[in-house]
Structure formats: structure tokens, C-alpha cells
């Protein structure tokens, strides 16, 4: 039987219709038709093919002309969803509705079943449900996103009068039921926005669901439809509800986006939301953005993405508060609560607005605008939307403002505020106004950051970087601690906000950035301490995260080192907060426990040699604490016998910071418990789940001699499992024990892996290094669902080995930056055994598909590498396998 002949010939002539129209519709596409109409045309044929449909199952199902009859007056067929607001894309699902009156639902079934059978068979992707104006009442209520998609109901074919009735009741119901269906709405979208994204400034947006995309269009439609009884635009602007300009802005970003997400889902040939790096090349190439001297077309393109979005984002919210009901008693303390503040401004419940008459006094006037944000600071007030707009025209037109000594002194004491700084900055960039003050903003506005690693635009992580330091504040960390101790914090939030806007030019951002903050210190007045100081912290922003990360912060020389770079108390404190805050503003979890710990114990050691203190005496009895607090709990967990006691001595004072945090007390106890019992030869190892971060952590323990050597097998080990590394390391113990610690996503697994996956791997780590296997593992090929590889044209981070024999004497010290592949880690550490390298020390980091890999080697006698055949037989060999 041919695969057509098991259709019905209105199938068959369904799909042929769909697949003739879809490729219509596609070639009007690639010649440049609105989103709008393309969207429209692919309604219109939809409801073509549907109604082809219905007459035929309606045709099978009926008995008799009477029974069509009857069937026909008890139903509509209806259209809601994107489907029935007419933007739906070329691969999207179908929401269909078969409306029955109450009591009928038997009745249709036969219907329902013949119909939804031929849609399938179709090749249709779609949502349908049965239901009646009473099942509606009972459930549309209760549901936010049901009742999102039947605000946007519309008739297909049926009873009209049914249709009416239903549209009638849902109406009235939705009006009864206003103030708590905007609660709902308003909750919905932000758990969809906490999970597609917060803020319409990601490198990898999704055009349906992130903040400021389509979904953020059609919350105003439904809001205007459950506070207003109005969907459309048009309609809200005829009620006084939303302003003309308002509407051209949402107007313009719907047929953006729509155009945008046609141009998505054609190519992939299915439904495909995400804007992906390869995707924005792509298309920034096809829709025939051009470079510029100092931007690439994917980057012209990209701002454009992001102006629409950062608008819809503000209008959206202005809209969101209009809708908010006004209770009786806000009406009746409304007069008494709207005073006049200064000749300027007016302060309401909500709002702080200019007077009448004195907006274009104002808005042309640095120093009343940051006056006006002061204020809308300082008492949690929203600026009024006609004020709002007013000044963020009148600075897109102006070119320049003159900075006055006034308004730059204002603008340096907004910036000494930690409360609410980050939404201040938003303001003040959302109106346009950061760039008169600091120029080079206007440059890094909405600027890609084309690596994995960032998830913002730059200007959206400076300002973040600045709310991150704030939100140090109440802390009780170091960190917090060392936040509250800086006297001037304009300068450390000055730094954060100019740190990366040297990015998008060929020099170096950190050269660029020095640069821009020795013209803002000039604009600003800054004296020259201040200005020194702000010049050493956005050049040499990264340093401290380099040294943390990449050294070794048990060398004395590491540190001396750092300090002479920093060169005093008061740069160290700033630089700490300002590295921690920086990496908080890159994107979640990228601000590890981990990170943090490592940049605390550099900025205590540092910290000791710049105030003059010998020996370290503020991290010695830091230490000294936490060692004697170790030994303490091992005391009262065990009953040591006598014999051992001196051994636990050793352990204890011994420890790596590394494994002292509290946190892990009871697990490294475990650890040093086995160990206490290992006979000579053998090897221990545990595991544990954690759920935060969704990794197992694998120990393994022996005598160092027993690991020499077997660094590159475990590696192997997990690789071959399908486990991806997060980090590793290397611990040296007292008494010549050695721990290596991996944690590890296994991607074969759905959170939790098995027990008995968990025991499987570990005992192979143990025979690796018992058997010294030195079989190649064998590494699956992994299929990826969003394959996002970027062009060779925008990688910012060539392959690159490093090696470094200045910073530890006795060791050398390799550093690769790569892009992560399977098996990346066995092939380097397979390498240096190979080479005859030892690796004692090891961190192993990766930023998604970014791999930075510190290894600390010696010879097999435990010499520095130092013959130049030899170094560079190293870095050319690691190359190779790079």
C-alpha cells in the first residue's frame, strides 16, 4: 500500500495545500513581505485547509441532513492562541477550539475525533480541546494561560449565536474578575521570563518568550482585554488607555520580531524560537546589514533587536501600571498626597512628574534630570510616563550636552548610593541620559559580547556588575565586609560601570578602557587620586580573577607578585569587590563558592603584605583557626586512639584552605578517616550528588605515589562515561597522601545519577589506577540539539598554550584556553604523561564551551621543565591535539 493511499483524498489534498502554501508563503518572505502579512497569509491558509477539513468530517459523521443540522447549530469552531490573533509562524502549534453548547459533548465527540484525526494526518501541529460555555466559565478562571488563549478567540464556522453567548459571558466574567486576572497574567509571565530570560538583553534571546519579545506584545492584549475589555491597540488608543506613540513602538517591534521569527522557523523548517550566535551571523548577513567602521552587521543587527525589545520592555511596564485598578481609598488620598516638591516637580502616591509647564525647562537640563532621579530614588517612585518621554526624546536628539561642574558633581553623588543603584542606572540609560555624562556608553549600547561565556550585552552587564556590588551590602562575607570598609564607593561603582566599555574596538578593551576612564575623570573633575585609581581598575580589571584562577596561591612569589601589582590596601579592597561583582554580572552561577574562596584567600594574603603585617599573621590565624576547629570536630567524631593522634595532627595543620569550609567538615573527616585505614597500594573513593549544581563530585585518595601518573586515566574515565567536568584538583596531604577531586555533569543522567551508576564509575577510577590501564577510552559521539558553533569570524578566544616558568621555581606551569570538545581533558593530561610530565597541581575550569586549564608539572624527578627543545616540544605537541 503507497503511503498516500492510506489518506483520505481531502487529506491528501490538505497536505499538498499545505506544503504548496508554506512554500508561497516562504518565497514572499524571501522577498522582503512584512512579518504581519506573511503571519496573516499563513492564517488564511490555515483556516482554508481546516475548513476543508470540517466539511469532510462533518460530512462522515452526519447520518442524515437533519443530524447535520442539529450538529451545526450546537457548534463553533474557534481559533485562539497565536492562531486566532492571525501572527502565528510558519511551524507553529494550532489552538483550536470545538465549542459545544452545554450537554452536548457526546453529541460532538464523533466530530471531534474525525477532525482532530485529519489535522494529524494533515502534518498540523495542534492544541484542540472540546468544551463548552459552562466548562470555559469553570476552568479559564482558575488558569492564567488558558484564559491568555482565549482572550484571542475567533470564529472560525459554526453557530454564531453560540459564539456570541460565549464571548458575551467570558466577557462579563472577565470583567468581575479584573484585579485578580492581572495578578495572574502578570505572575505567569515573569515564571516564563525567570526561565527564558529576565532582561531583554541576552546574547541568546528567544524572539517568543524572553523579556521585551513577542509574548510581552501579547501580555498587553491580554491586560487591555482584562482591565479594559479591549485586545487591540487601535482600541485602546481610541479609549485614552495607550498613546499613539506608544502603539507605532509596539507596532514596529511586532512586525520586527515577527519578520525575525518567519525568517527562523523557515530555515531550521520547524519551529525554532531561539536567536542563536550562528543564527544572528546568518541572518545579519541575509537581511542585508552592512559593517560599519566600528561595527560588524551582526552587531548593527543585534542593536536593532535590542532597541526594539528595550522599548516594548518600557512600554509594556507603563501600560502594566495604567492598568492596575485604582482602589477608593488611593482616589480619596490622592489629593492629599500630591504635593509640589519645588518649582520642577510634582510628587504623587505612585508617580514623580514635572509641573505643568516646566518639562522642556527640564528636559534638556542635566542637573534637573538627576535631580528628578534623585528624587524618584530617594522615595521609590516611578517618573511619570510623559515626563519619562519627554527627556528620553529630547536627549535622542541632541548630539551633546554641555556636562556642567554642577551636574557632574550630581551625577558623582548618585553614583555614592548603593540603594537601588542598579535601577537608577537603568533609568538613566533607558532615558538616554548616561550617555551625555559618560559618552562612551553610546558605543557599548546594546554591544554583543560574542563569546560563551557573558549572557549579556556589555552595557547590560556594566550596570548589572554595579547592582552586583551593591548587593554586597549586607553580605556577611568578606566581601561584604571589605564593601562596607571602602570609603569611596562612586570610584569602585565609577570602575564597574566603565570596566568593559572598551570592548567592540581591535585594541585590547582594557587599553580602550583605561583611555575612557582617563577622559571621564576629566569630565567628571575627578582629583587625581581618584583618577589614578580609576584608571588602574578598569585596566587592570582582570587581574585578580587571572591570579585566583591560574596560579598558585601557596607560593609566596604568587602573591608578592599580585601585591606589587596592586600596591595598596585601599586598590586591593576595590579590585576584590569589583572582581566579585564582575563575575556575578556575567550570568547565574557563574560566581561560584568555589570562585569566591579562591579570591578571598588571595585578597587576605594580599591584603597582609601591603598593610606591612609579617609573616601573614591575618591569614596564619585565619588558618590557625580553622585547622584547630578541623581537629577539634575529628576529636569529638572519632575515638582516636593514641597511636594515631599525631597523624590526625598532621592532617589537620596540613589541610588545603581548599577543604577546610565547614560545609564540607563531615565529608573531608570521611575522607581522612579511610585514609587513616588505607593499606599501602590500595585507593578510596566516594561520591556525592549536588543538587545546586546539578554535578557529582568524585574524591579519589591514596598515596601520592600510588596516583603518580594516573591524572590523564581518571580523566579518561569520566569522558568515557559521558561525564562532562566541570573542574578538578589536586590535593597534597600531610604524610605523603594525595586527593584528586573532579566534579562532574553526567549527561547520561536526568538529574540524581543511580547508585549504581555512581558505584560502576567509581570502581573504574580504581582500576585505572590499580591496573594502570592505558587503553584509550572509548568517547560517544553526542548529538546536540541546538548546535550554536560560532563562525571562525567572531571567536574571540583563539586556541592558546601558555607556559609560564617565572611564577613557580620549582614547577612549570601550563595554561591552554580552548573551546571544549569530548575528550578534551584525557587528550592534554595524556599528553603530558607522554611528554614524561608530572602534573602536580591541577585547576581545570569551564565556562560552558570556554575550557581554561592551569597545570603545575615537573619532570619524573620532580624538576622544573627549563631546555627550550623541550618547552617547545610541549606547546607544540598540546597544539596538535588542541
Not at 28 to 36: M, V
Not at 717 to 742: C, K, M, P, Q, W
Amino acid at each position: 500500500m503507497s503511503f498516500a493511499s492510506s489518506f483520505s483524498s481531502t487529506v491528501i489534498a490538505a497536505r499538498e495545500s499545505l506544503e504548496a502554501g508554506r512554500e508561497k508563503l516562504r518565497k514572499q518572505h524571501e522577498q522582503g513581505s512584512p512579518g504581519i502579512q506573511v503571519s496573516n497569509g499563513l492564517t488564511s491558509m490555515l483556516d482554508d485547509i481546516l475548513l476543508m477539513l470540517f466539511e469532510s468530517a462533518i460530512e462522515n459523521v452526519c447520518e442524515s441532513d437533519a443530524h447535520r443540522r442539529d450538529l451545526e447549530s450546537n457548534i463553533a469552531l474557534v481559533a485562539h492562541g497565536g492562531y486566532g490573533r492571525k501572527d502565528i509562524a510558519p511551524y507553529s502549534d494550532m489552538d483550536l477550539m470545538l465549542l459545544c453548547s452545554n450537554g452536548k459533548h457526546a453529541a460532538v465527540a464523533p466530530l471531534a475525533k474525525q477532525l482532530t484525526q485529519s489535522i494529524y494526518d494533515v502534518g498540523l501541529q495542534l492544541g484542540f480541546s472540546t468544551r463548552s460555555p459552562r466548562d470555559i466559565m469553570k476552568v479559564a478562571f482558575k488558569d492564567a494561560k488558558i484564559f491568555t488563549s482565549l482572550v484571542e478567540s475567533r470564529l472560525l464556522l459554526g453557530d454564531k449565536t453560540l459564539y456570541r453567548s460565549y464571548r458575551s459571558q467570558f466577557k462579563r466574567r472577565t470583567q468581575k474578575n479584573t484585579t485578580g486576572l492581572l495578578k495572574a497574567i502578570n505572575e505567569a509571565r515573569q515564571e516564563e521570563r525567570s526561565q527564558f530570560g529576565d532582561t531583554n538583553y541576552l546574547l541568546k534571546p528567544n524572539v517568543k518568550r524572553s523579556r521585551g519579545t513577542l509574548r510581552d506584545l501579547q501580555l498587553v492584549r491580554w491586560a487591555g482585554f482584562a482591565r479594559f475589555a479591549e485586545r487591540e491597540t487601535s482600541d485602546l488608543v481610541k479609549q485614552g488607555h495607550m498613546s499613539k506613540e506608544d502603539r507605532r513602538i509596539l507596532r514596529a517591534a511586532r512586525d520586527f520580531l515577527l519578520q525575525l521569527r518567519n525568517e527562523l522557523h523557515f530555515f531550521a523548517g520547524k519551529s525554532q524560537d531561539v536567536l542563536t550566535r550562528h543564527e544572528q551571523v546568518r541572518i545579519a548577513k541575509k537581511f542585508g546589514y552592512e559593517a560599519s567602521q566600528d561595527s560588524l552587521p551582526v552587531e548593527r543587527f543585534m542593536k536593532e533587536y535590542f532597541d526594539h525589545t528595550s522599548q516594548v520592555r518600557y512600554v509594556t511596564a507603563h501600560f502594566l501600571a495604567t492598568c492596575r485598578p485604582e482602589r477608593r481609598s488611593e482616589k480619596l488620598l490622592k489629593p492629599v498626597f500630591s504635593k509640589r516638591i519645588n518649582d520642577d516637580f510634582r510628587m504623587g502616591i505612585f508617580h514623580i512628574s514635572a509641573r505643568p509647564g516646566r518639562l522642556k525647562s527640564i528636559q534638556n537640563n542635566l542637573v534637573k534630570v538627576l535631580e528628578l532621579m534623585e528624587l524618584a530614588n530617594k522615595h521609590n517612585k516611578r517618573i511619570d510616563h510623559a515626563t519619562w518621554r519627554g527627556i528620553r526624546e529630547s536627549m535622542m536628539s541632541l548630539d551633546e550636552i554641555p556636562l556642567t561642574d554642577e551636574a557632574a558633581a550630581k551625577f558623582l553623588e548618585l553614583l555614592s548610593y548603593p540603594n537601588r543603584i542598579r535601577l537608577l542606572l537603568r533609568r538613566l540609560h533607558e532615558m538616554r541620559v548616561l550617555e551625555k555624562v559618560i559618552p562612551a556608553v553610546k558605543h557599548a549600547r546594546n554591544l554583543l559580547q560574542f563569546n560563551e561565556y557573558h549572557k549579556y550585552t556589555v552595557d547590560e552587564h556594566s550596570i548589572r556588575a554595579v547592582g552586583a556590588a551593591a548587593s554586597f551590602l549586607n553580605e556577611d562575607s568578606s566581601v561584604g565586609r571589605a564593601y562596607r570598609k571602602i570609603t569611596n564607593k562612586t570610584i569602585l561603582h565609577l570602575a564597574l560601570l566603565l570596566h568593559d566599555l572598551g570592548k567592540g574596538f581591535e585594541e585590547d578593551h582594557s587599553d580602550v578602557g583605561r583611555r575612557i576612564a582617563t577622559e571621564t575623570s576629566e569630565r567628571l573633575n575627578l582629583p587625581d587620586h581618584d583618577r589614578e585609581n580609576l584608571e588602574f581598575l578598569v585596566h587592570k580589571h582582570l587581574i585578580m580573577a587571572h591570579a585566583a584562577f591560574r596560579q598558585d596561591l601557596n607560593d609566596e612569589q604568587t602573591i608578592v607578585q599580585f601585591a606589587s601589582q596592586v600596591g595598596s590596601p585601599e586598590l586591593l579592597q576595590m579590585l576584590y569587590v569589583l572582581t566579585l561583582a564582575d563575575l556575578k554580572a556575567v550570568g547565574p552561577d557563574v560566581l561560584t563558592d568555589w570562585k569566591r574562596g579562591l579570591l578571598a584567600q588571595l585578597y587576605r594574603k594580599t591584603r597582609s603584605h601591603l598593610t606591612g603585617q609579617s609573616s601573614d599573621e591575618a591569614s596564619l590565624q585565619w588558618l590557625s583557626e580553622q585547622h584547630a576547629e578541623f581537629l577539634a570536630a575529628a576529636n569529638e567524631t572519632f575515638d582516636i586512639a593514641d597511636d594515631h593522634k599525631l597523624w590526625w595532627k598532621e592532617q589537620a595543620e596540613n589541610l588545603p584552605i581548599a577543604l577546610l569550609n565547614p560545609d564540607y567538615r563531615e565529608s573531608v573527616l570521611e575522607y581522612l578517616r579511610k585514609l587513616s585505614q588505607l593499606p599501602e597500594g590500595e585507593v578510596a573513593s566516594w561520591s556525592r550528588y549536588i543538587p545546586k549544581r546539578n554535578v557529582v563530585e568524585y574524591i579519589i585518595a591514596a598515596k601520592d605515589t600510588t596516583l603518580a601518573g594516573c591524572f590523564h586515566r581518571l580523566t579518561g574515565v569520566f569522558t568515557s562515561y559521558n561525564n562532562a567536568i566541570h573542574s578538578a584538583e589536586i590535593f597534597e596531604l600531610a604524610d605523603g597522601y594525595a586527593i584528586d577531586r573532579f566534579y562532574v555533569e553526567d549527561l547520561d543522567s536526568n538529574g540524581m545519577p543511580s547508585d549504581q551508576r555512581l558505584h560502576q564509575i567509581e570502581e573504574k577510577l580504581k582500576s585505572s589506577i590499580l591496573q594502570q590501564e592505558e587503553r584509550s577510552p572509548k568517547f560517544r559521539r553526542t548529538w546536540q540539539v541546538d548546535s550554536d558553533t560560532q563562525p571562525e569570524e567572531v571567536k574571540p578566544l583563539p586556541t592558546h598554550v601558555g607556559i609560564d616558568n617565572s611564577t613557580a621555581h620549582d614547577m612549570t606551569i601550563i595554561t591552554i584556553f580552548a573551546y571544549d570538545k569530548i575528550g578534551l581533558l584525557y587528550q592534554i593530561t595524556r599528553t603530558l604523561f607522554e611528554l614524561g610530565l608530572e602534573v602536580c597541581m591541577a585547576k581545570i575550569s569551564t565556562h560552558l564551551d570556554q575550557v581554561v586549564d592551569v597545570f603545575y608539572v615537573t619532570d619524573r624527578d620532580g624538576n622544573q621543565i627549563s631546555g627550550d627543545d623541550e618547552l617547545h616540544e610541549i606547546r607544540n605537541r598540546l597544539l596538535e591535539q588542541l
